[in-house]
Structure formats: structure tokens, C-alpha cells
């Protein structure tokens, strides 16, 4: 997979949704992805060959969701940003939907780095350990004990809320 396009072809969904879970915000994902694949190709050619492309678009998207806060010294709403982006299928449904993705994005917040990126790279963003590890310069090994551990985390959270 050497081209530019094979690359924004194979990688542009699971990049987008990245972004859209780091960012809650629907047209801050798109740029973000956008710049991803911008700062990619101006950079494939230092790319060593047999390297994880999939993790390395990680990383760079990363980087440049934390440069955009940066930038923008302000954070969208977590509720009005899921609302935006939820269906009207089902008010029912749809209102304990929300709730639960509230409630776990509130309860992400809480847990401390790494496991916070940690969980959501694992979560969110379907990455194995393997390309986890590597975004942290880790082993699997220490990926998939600091996902585990963030579970923990995470589900501690949620149950001293109830």
C-alpha cells in the first residue's frame, strides 16, 4: 500500500470516527481528518517501509485533535454535540441512548492519561493493542494492561455515580 489515495481509500472512515470521538463535534472531525491526511501525505515518503500506516494516522490524528484544543482553547459541549449527531428514530431509545453516552463520556473524563486514550483508542477508535502499543511506544503487553485497567477505572466511576 504505497499511494496516497490506497491509504486515504482504506484509512478515511476509521480516522473520521477518531477524530469524531476525541472531538464530539462533527465539522472539527472532518478538519481534523482533513489535516491528517494532509500532514500524511506530505510526510509518506520518510514513512519507513513495513510500517503500521493504520497506527502511525493514529498518532498524527492525535496529535493534531491536542494542537486543534490548543488552538482553540475551548471545548463543544459533550451533551449538545451528541445531540447534534443522534438520530430521531426513537425518542424513547434515543433519550437513554444519549443518557449512556453521557454518562460515559462524563466517566471517561474522570480517569487519568493514559488510560484515558488508551480506552478510547481501544473503544472508539478499534485499534488492537498491538497498534496501540505502538502510538505509546509500548509493548502490546503494556497496551492491553493500561486498557484493562481503564476499564476498571472507568466502570469504579460509574458505579459510584449510580
Known amino acids: 500500500m ?18 469524531l470521538s476525541l472531538s ?3 465539522q ?10 494532509e500532514k500524511a501525505l506530505h510526510n509518506l515518503n520518510k514513512l519507513p517501509e513495513n510500517s503500521n500506516v493504520r497506527a502511525w494516522l493514529y498518532s ?8 486543534h484544543c490548543k488552538s482553540e482553547k475551548h471545548y463543544e459541549d ?9 438520530s430521531a428514530i426513537d425518542p424513547e431509545r434515543q433519550y437513554i ?3 449512556n453516552i453521557m454518562n ?19 473503544t472508539f477508535g478499534e485499534l488492537s493493542f498491538k497498534e496501540i502499543g505502538m502510538i505509546f511506544s ?6 492491553r494492561v493500561t486498557y484493562y485497567r481503564a476499564r476498571k477505572m472507568l466502570m469504579e466511576v460509574l458505579e459510584n455515580e449510580i
Do not use: G
Open 24 to 26: 464530539h463535534n462533527f
Open 138 to 143: 509500548r509493548s502490546e503487553t503494556w497496551s
Open 28 to 37: 472539527v472531525a472532518e478538519d481534523i481528518t482533513q489535516t491528517v491526511f
Open 104 to 122: 460515559m463520556h462524563i466517566a471517561l473524563h474522570e480517569i487519568r492519561e493514559p488510560y484515558k486514550e488508551v480506552f478510547s483508542l481501544r
Open 78 to 86: 459533550i451533551e449538545s454535540s451528541a445531540l447534534k449527531s443522534e
Open 2 to 19: 504505497n499511494s496516497a489515495e490506497e491509504i486515504y481509500l482504506k484509512f478515511y472512515d476509521h480516522i473520521f470516527r477518531y477524530c
Open 97 to 99: 441512548h444519549r443518557e
Open 60 to 67: 498524527i490524528a492525535r496529535n493534531t485533535y491536542y494542537t
